[in-house]
């Protein structure tokens, strides 16, 4: 349970599901993601996180693709099937409107679906591992979690005085048990294990 002392952060998003992020004891993340077709809890040391926050805008590009196949498709009914089916043209305001109301929902869904991202990322792989709905509950709230999470992974890499070897090694950790947790996949943790082992040779 999260208590009321710890920086925390709670987001809802209309199709982007409920999140919660909890700072305890100024170093382990707690986050719990509740998405339309998944659900996950896990816990991060601040130390595999890159202090610099990135911005990401997730398009939902499937709906955008789906307004300019039907945009794409009214020309050539009109022009061809629909004088064969419909000599007299009766029914080609119809068409038209039928079209362009497909393709205006489809527009929608795309705006519904698509939202902005503040994406803590880790320290080597760069793979994101933290994501924030961008100003969400409100840009205060937001604002203040992002520098909590951000001083307390530079005050503990700080403090921790490790070296590039063991910062990797610690990484990896990280990846694989969040790999166990279902967080990041099979095929991309073996990915990012072979991008930090190649760093750990260099």
Do not use: C
């Not at 996180?49 to 009214?74: G, N, S, T």
């Not at 950790?173 to 991008?195: F, I, N, P, Q, W």
Request: proline share 4%.
């Amino acid at each position: 349970m999260m208590s009321d002392t710890a920086p925390e952060l709670e987001q809802k998003g209309l199709f982007a599901g409920e999140r919660r992020f909890q700072l305890k004891d100024g170093r382990y993340l707690f986050i719990e993601n509740h998405a339309l077709r998944q659900h996950h809890e896990y816990e991060l040391d601040v130390l595999a996180l890159d202090p610099k926050p990135r911005f990401r805008l997730i398009v939902a590009w499937r709906w955008i693709l789906m307004a300019i196949l039907v945009l794409a498709l009214e020309y050539p009914v009109l022009r061809y099937l629909l004088p064969r089916l419909d000599p007299d043209g009766q029914y080609a305001l119809t068409v038209i409107i039928v079209f362009t109301l497909l393709a205006f929902i489809f527009i929608v869904l795309a705006f519904a679906y698509s939202y902005r991202e503040t994406v803590f990322v880790s320290r080597h792989a760069h793979w994101p591992l933290v994501h924030l709905l961008h100003n969400k509950p409100d840009k205060a709230r937001f604002r203040t979690f992002v520098e909590a999470v951000r001083e307390a992974i530079e005050r503990n890499a700080e403090q921790a005085g490790l070296t590039r070897q063991q910062w990797l090694a610690g990484e990896v950790k990280t990846l694989r048990r969040l790999s166990r947790k279902g967080v990041v996949r099979g095929e991309e943790y073996e990915r990012l294990r072979a991008k930090l082992m190649k760093m750990t040779d260099e």
